[in-house]
């Protein structure tokens, strides 16, 4: 069982360049969140999905944008990088299912720099 | 909406002395409540939930943390802490009644003295 798996781990972007953070997910979570962590700022919630179709916006959505086609997966996509966009990205899914599994899971994080 | 405020940013303490990493959060409706912990260059693990019941909860490692409505908390203690727990804590609260967004304070970190 693979978890939630991020891809890449690292990447280093031009001002200007876009890129796609991939974020899949293999326990048939309804639910999925990005994050992006920034020191002494804990974790912004950026996009969120309560299911195939359906987004919505977080705390800091602004620069970025979401889809979920399919259940596993939930990209994120920056269209024009930009230095402020510099950060840890984290993505997690989210069991609602009784007591004992009531959690939210999270991938290893994706370290963006943006030069 | 819900929102999350951890007053320690950062909570040094000696190795084996007792430990209290605060959290409270805002909410009209009932919640959902979470501490998570971050260990140097990794993702976030659960430490321990409140989702109902017993207001005092526990993790493995010897943490608890207790839920007190009145005062919308939900502290995060341990009676002796050891090297292995420094690490950075993230309390979460997410709303009960629907799916919905889970929230994260800024977190606090805690380090050990030897």
């Known amino acids: 069982n693979a978890g939630v798996t991020q891809t890449p781990k690292f990447r280093i972007l031009k001002i200007g360049q876009s890129m796609t953070l991939q974020c899949t997910q293999d326990m048939n979570h309804n639910y999925m969140y990005w994050y992006r962590q920034d020191p002494g700022m804990g974790l912004k919630l950026i996009y969120y999905?309560?299911?195939?179709?359906?987004?919505d916006k977080g705390e800091v959505p602004n620069g970025y944008n979401v889809s979920r086609s399919t259940t596993e997966d939930f990209p994120l996509r920056l269209e024009l990088a930009a230095p402020s966009q510099t950060s840890v990205y984290f993505c997690?899914?989210?069991?609602?299912?009784?007591?004992?599994?009531?959690?939210?899971?999270f991938g290893q994080g994706t370290r963006l720099t943006v030069v | 909406a819900q929102s999350v405020t951890q007053l320690d940013s950062q909570v040094p303490v000696f190795e084996e002395a007792p430990v209290e990493l605060r959290c409270n959060y805002s909410?009209?409706?009932?919640?959902?409540l979470f501490w998570y912990v971050q260990y140097p260059n990794q993702g976030l693990q659960l430490l321990l939930k409140?989702?109902?019941?017993?207001?005092l909860v526990k993790s493995i490692n010897g943490f608890e943390a207790e839920f007190n409505k009145s005062q919308t908390s939900f502290h995060l203690r341990k009676p002796s802490v050891h090297i292995s727990d420094t690490a950075e804590y993230f309390c979460?609260?997410?709303?009960?009644?629907?799916?919905?967004?889970?929230?994260f304070g800024s977190g606090t970190r805690l380090s050990i003295r030897p």
């Open positions: 979460a609260v997410m709303l009960y009644s629907s799916a919905s967004k889970i929230i």
């Open positions: 997690a899914s989210f069991s609602k299912g009784g007591t004992l599994n009531t959690e939210a899971f």
């Open positions: 909410s009209s409706v009932s919640v959902y």
């Open positions: 999905s309560v299911g195939a179709g359906i987004t």
């Open positions: 409140y989702l109902s019941g017993s207001t």
